[in-house]
C-alpha cells in the first residue's frame, strides 16, 4: 500500500477535505515543518475548492453555523444539509448540501464564504490534514499524531510567497480550538469504524446519534422531558450547565453516546432504576417458575389420567 493510501486511510475524515489519495503527500509532518501557502481573494482559483466537495459537519460545525444564521438546527439541517454515512460506517450523519446547478457551496460567492468565520472544521483543515492514531478507537493506543499536505492541482495558494509552520498555520485558520470540540465525537465515530461489521447498531442507536449529533434543541427536550433524569445519576450542577449551555449540552451527549454505544464510562443508571430493573427481572422469574410448576403439574396429571385409562383397558380385557 503507497504511504499516501495509508495517511488517508487513517487519517480522520474531517481533516481533510480531499479524498482523493492521489493529492496527498507522502510525507509526514510536524507541527514546526514549513509550510508555503497562503489563500485570499487575489488567488486565481478563488472559491475553486467550495465546489464539487463533500463536506462532512461535526456537532459543533451545526451548533455554529445555526447560531449565524439564526435558525433552529432542524431547520438548518433540513435546508442546508443532506444525510451521509460518517467515515464508511453505519453512523449517520450530515454533508453540506451543494447547490443543483453549480454543485456549489450554499455559503460560496464570488467575494468569497459568507459564513468565513463560522465555517465548518472541514474548511479550515484544507490544505494541511492530520493523521492522529489515538483517536482510531483504542484508549490505550500510542498517540502518533502528524501531518500532512493535500494539494490538489487546482489550488493555486501553493504558488504564493507566504511562509508558515504547520503551527501558525493551524493556530491562524482557528483548528485546534475545532479539534478539542470535535475530538470526543470524532473518537465515537472511529470508534464504530474499528469495531468494523462485526457488530450492527441497532436502528433505534442509530436514531439517538443522529438526534444529539445534529439537533440539539431536541436533544435537550429528550434529556428533560423524558425519564431520563430519573434512569441516570446525575448531578444538579451538570443539570443546570446542560439545561442553559448548549456546549456543555453537547459535550454531555458525547459522554452519554459513548455509554450508550460502547458502555464507555461516565454515566450511571440510578439506584432506584436498577432495584426496579431487579424486581422486574425477579417477578419475570418467579412467573417463569410458576408456569413451569404449572406445567409439570399439568403433566404429571395428564401421565395420571393416560395411566388410569391404560388400567382402565387392561382391566376390560
Ligand atoms: S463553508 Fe465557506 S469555505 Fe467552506 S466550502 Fe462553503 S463557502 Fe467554502
Ligand atoms: S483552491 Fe486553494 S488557493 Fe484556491 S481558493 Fe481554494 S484553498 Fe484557496
Redesign the pocket.
Known amino acids: 500500500m503507497s504511504e499516501a493510501k495509508r495517511f488517508d486511510e487513517k487519517s480522520d475524515f474531517i481533516k481533510n477535505t480531499d479524498k482523493n489519495p492521489s493529492n496527498i503527500q507522502p510525507k509526514k509532518l510536524t507541527l514546526d515543518s514549513p509550510l508555503q501557502f497562503e489563500?485570499h481573494p487575489g488567488?486565481p482559483?478563488?472559491?475553486?475548492?467550495c465546489h464539487n466537495i463533500k463536506i462532512v459537519l461535526t456537532p459543533y460545525d451545526i451548533l455554529i453555523l445555526s447560531r449565524r444564521l439564526e435558525l433552529p438546527a432542524h431547520e438548518f439541517i433540513t435546508a442546508y444539509t443532506q444525510p451521509t454515512y460518517l467515515e464508511k460506517t453505519d453512523m449517520p450523519g450530515v454533508q453540506i448540501k451543494l447547490t443543483e446547478d453549480k454543485k456549489a457551496c450554499p455559503f460560496v460567492t464570488p467575494d468569497g464564504c459568507t459564513v468565513y468565520s463560522d465555517r465548518p472544521t472541514a474548511c479550515r483543515y484544507?490544505?494541511v490534514g492530520m493523521a492522529d492514531f489515538h483517536e482510531g478507537g483504542t484508549d490505550n493506543a500510542e498517540e502518533e499524531k502528524f501531518f500532512f499536505l493535500v494539494k490538489?492541482p487546482?489550488?493555486?495558494?501553493f504558488e504564493e510567497p507566504k511562509h508558515w509552520t504547520i503551527r501558525e498555520w493551524r493556530e491562524d485558520q482557528g483548528v485546534e480550538e475545532r479539534d478539542e470540540f470535535n475530538k470526543e465525537w470524532l473518537r465515537l465515530v472511529m470508534r464504530r469504524k474499528s469495531f468494523g461489521h462485526q457488530a450492527s447498531l441497532s436502528e433505534a442507536a442509530k436514531r439517538m446519534f443522529f438526534m444529539a449529533s445534529t439537533d440539539l434543541d431536541s436533544f435537550r427536550r429528550f434529556v428533560f422531558e423524558s425519564s431520563f433524569l430519573d434512569t441516570y445519576e446525575i448531578d444538579e450542577e451538570t443539570i443546570e450547565k446542560i439545561r442553559n449551555d448548549d456546549i456543555e449540552l453537547m459535550r454531555f451527549s458525547f459522554t452519554y453516546l459513548a455509554n450508550t454505544l460502547f458502555g464507555a464510562e461516565g454515566m450511571e443508571i440510578t439506584k432506584e432504576k436498577i432495584d426496579d430493573k431487579v424486581k422486574e427481572i425477579k417477578a419475570r422469574q418467579d412467573e417463569a417458575l410458576k408456569q413451569g410448576e404449572r406445567e409439570y403439574l399439568e403433566l404429571k396429571a395428564e401421565r395420571e389420567r393416560l395411566r388410569k385409562e391404560e388400567e382402565k383397558n387392561k382391566a376390560k380385557k
Do not use: D, S
Request: aromatic share 14%.
Open positions: 489563500c488567488v482559483c478563488f472559491t475553486a475548492c484544507y490544505p490538489e487546482h489550488c493555486k495558494g
